[in-house]
């Protein structure tokens, strides 16, 4: 894949994961400042990012930083986060969109879901970004 195929991609993983959280509230999970954060960053960031997914999911990973492309590109480095710097960082002890989500339900069933369905969300964006070229 181009770069720019592997930064589409990642950016479609993430509006797929919103739209499987939006019982959750996870319209806040993934916004057009976040696209566009993505869609700024350097080659440099985009690469480790999605390698970093991609090898997370290879080794059947879907823990959440693992699957998170600010966690990845980062190197979990909370400070450099844009991600958290909009919607809290990722302590379910703060107010934040991450914590948000983990009290809008029963967690369990929330955790389910994303194990579930999270590895075919992102062969799903992988392969829609593959058919555009």
């Known amino acids: 894949m181009t770069l720019e195929e592997k930064r589409k991609a990642i950016i479609l993983f993430m509006k ?3 739209v499987a959280l939006k019982p959750w509230g996870g319209d806040r999970y993934f916004t057009e400042e976040d696209e566009q954060e993505l869609r700024r960053w350097p080659p440099s960031k985009v690469e480790v990012a999605f390698s970093g997914i991609n090898s997370a999911l290879e080794e059947g990973d879907h823990g959440d930083a693992s699957l ?3 966690c ?3 190197r979990s480095i909370c400070s ?3 991600y958290g710097e909009r919607h809290g960082h990722c302590n379910p002890d703060e107010d934040n969109t991450y914590g948000y ?7 369990e069933v929330l955790e389910d879901l994303i ?3 999270v ?3 992102w062969k799903s964006s992988l ?3 593959q058919n555009e070229g």
Do not use: I, S
């Not at 989500?101 to 967690?107: K, N, Q």
């Open 72 to 74: 990845q590109a980062d």
């Open 127 to 129: 392969e829609e970004v």
């Open 101 to 107: 989500l983990l009290t809008r339900g029963d967690v």
């Open 80 to 82: 450099n986060c844009g």
């Open 16 to 18: 797929k994961k919103g």
């Open 68 to 70: 998170c492309p600010w």
């Open 115 to 117: 194990g579930d369905v």
């Open 119 to 121: 590895e075919d969300l």
